[in-house]
């Protein structure tokens, strides 16, 4: 229901938005390229399913949003490169989130999968030049409305949550052990979620009923619709990663960062305005 956190988090880094990948018809991309897709899964593919016309049996979207996932990504990546990307990669942070449509979508139940899949995208950018990463872990999938009728399910996306983030943090450690001049910043965007549930001014209910009911105060609400955060909780994810990356050894936004996101985050547009900064311990949505 407005920007996510992508979108405030170049507008912290001083970037005037983040425009979405030329490959899919985006505007300019001098400042950053988001290449991420919604519904990507760590894979090639998208898991949106949708219902046969005829039949109404689900099935997979066509071609060519099928092919959105993590995998198909860096092949975009790879495609603006032959085509002339320029990168100061001293100065360009990428952003690899990726994994939670596995679990919700694609009914993954193998955690080392999805966390593989990160890795082998960390080491493709790195190959590349790659320098500067944020690599955020999962927030508890299974407490989404999305399974609020089904709550035994919620618990073991949960589990599986569990599994990947503990993967994945020690994955990114080992990657920045063996990868000497690599900056791999981890993002806890679990425990900000969990800084959320527990503030007094939001809600864990959805606004939007997925058909046509929206509520009157979205920005109380924890969640837009049955996945979806709100943009009021995106922006103190924003907030939160920006805390992160001023805590590490970041290219100051002065520097001229330029901001590059692979993984399920579809942007949106930057509200042009200035926002106080404010630490994760103290991260509130008035």
């Known amino acids: 229901n407005g920007p996510v956190w992508i979108d405030y988090l170049a507008e912290d880094l001083g970037q005037n938005g983040l425009n979405f990948t030329t490959y899919w018809g985006g505007g300019d991309t001098s400042e950053g390229i988001n290449f991420a ?37 860096l092949g975009w990546f790879q495609d603006s490169i032959d085509d002339g990307l320029q990168l100061d990669n001293e100065n360009a942070l990428f952003i690899v989130y990726a994994g939670d449509n596995d679990y919700n979508l694609d009914g993954q139940d193998d955690p080392t999968i999805p966390v593989e899949n990160v890795k082998t995208a960390l080491n493709f950018l790195i190959d590349r030049g790659a320098q500067n990463f944020l690599v955020p872990n999962l927030a508890d999938l299974g407490d989404m409305p999305l399974w609020s009728a089904n709550p035994e399910k919620g618990e073991e996306i949960n589990g599986l949550v569990d599994q990947h983030n503990t993967l994945l943090e020690t994955t990114l450690n080992n990657l920045s052990t063996n990868n000497d001049g690599i900056d791999i910043d ?97 991260d509130k949505v008035a």
Request: proline residues 7%; charged residues 20%.
């Open 37 to 73: 897709f919604g519904g990507a899964t760590s894979e090639t593919y998208n898991g949106v399913t949708i219902p046969n016309e005829v039949t109404g049996e689900l099935e997979p979207l066509p071609e060519p949003l099928f092919s959105t996932g993590l995998g198909s990504q």
């Open 186 to 282: 981890f993002f806890d965007f679990n425990s900000v979620i969990e800084g959320v549930k527990g503030d007094y001014l939001f809600t864990d209910t959805a606004c939007f009923d997925g058909v046509s009911t929206v509520c009157d105060n979205p920005e109380d609400h924890l969640y837009w619709d049955v996945v979806h955060i709100t943009t009021p909780v995106h922006e103190t994810v924003a907030n939160a990663a920006f805390e992160t990356l001023q805590a590490e050894s970041v290219p100051e936004p002065a520097s001229g960062l330029a901001i590059l996101s692979l993984g399920v985050l579809g942007a949106g547009s930057v509200l042009k305005r200035n926002r106080q900064k404010i630490s994760p311990a103290e």
